[in-house]
């Protein structure tokens, strides 16, 4: 079980990640042999692939937030000694964790809205909750990550290995 349960948090965003963008490519190579071979279209393809887009940017966001490999600018920090770095780094966590919760709690009442008002999709009749829970999920895995990685950070520190993955070099 414990194996399972590492399998899912290590992989989570990445398999689903891969899944939708199987999807995304299936439904748009579809759509495109349907428009130009049999001039026709698939009315639902456009719209729930623009929602998958949409779900995959924020799983990735989330998987950049537990690798800390989002965009940054680091000249400063890594001038910086090592218990500045430490500080720097649970205070951008900090910020981070504030940001998605913010945005988890604001997301809230549109949200209802939607389920309330059964709102649904344009293209297909599917409900828009389903789209629109792309942002509480994707957020609240952002915020899960960034307290995985300041817990991370935290202990890289105490056992005195780099505080940040190497930066890949750009060859």
């Known amino acids: ?3 399972t349960i590492a399998l899912v948090d290590q992989y989570l965003e990445d398999a689903l990640g891969a ?34 887009f949409i779900w995959l940017s924020y799983l990735s966001m989330a998987a950049m937030a537990r690798n800390r490999s989002h965009l940054a600018v680091t000249v400063l920090r890594d001038m910086l000694p090592r218990g500045a770095q430490l500080a720097l780094l649970l205070l951008s966590d900090l910020l981070l964790i504030v940001l998605a919760s913010i945005v988890v709690v604001f997301i809230r009442q549109p ?9 649904k999709m344009v293209g297909i009749d599917l409900p828009f909750w389903i789209a629109l829970l792309s942002v509480p999920v994707g957020w609240g895995l952002v915020a899960l990550r960034t307290v995985q990685r300041a817990i991370t950070t935290i202990g890289d520190y105490r056992h005195g290995r780099p505080l940040t993955p190497p930066v890949a070099s750009a060859s």
Request: aromatic fraction near 20%.
């Open 1 to 3: 079980m414990k194996r």
């Open 19 to 52: 899944i939708l963008y199987i999807y995304i490519i299936a439904v748009i190579f579809a759509e495109v042999i349907g428009r130009y071979l049999f001039k026709t279209s698939i009315l639902s393809a456009y719209e729930t692939a623009i929602y998958a």
């Open 111 to 119: 949200f209802a809205d939607v389920v309330d008002f059964e709102q």
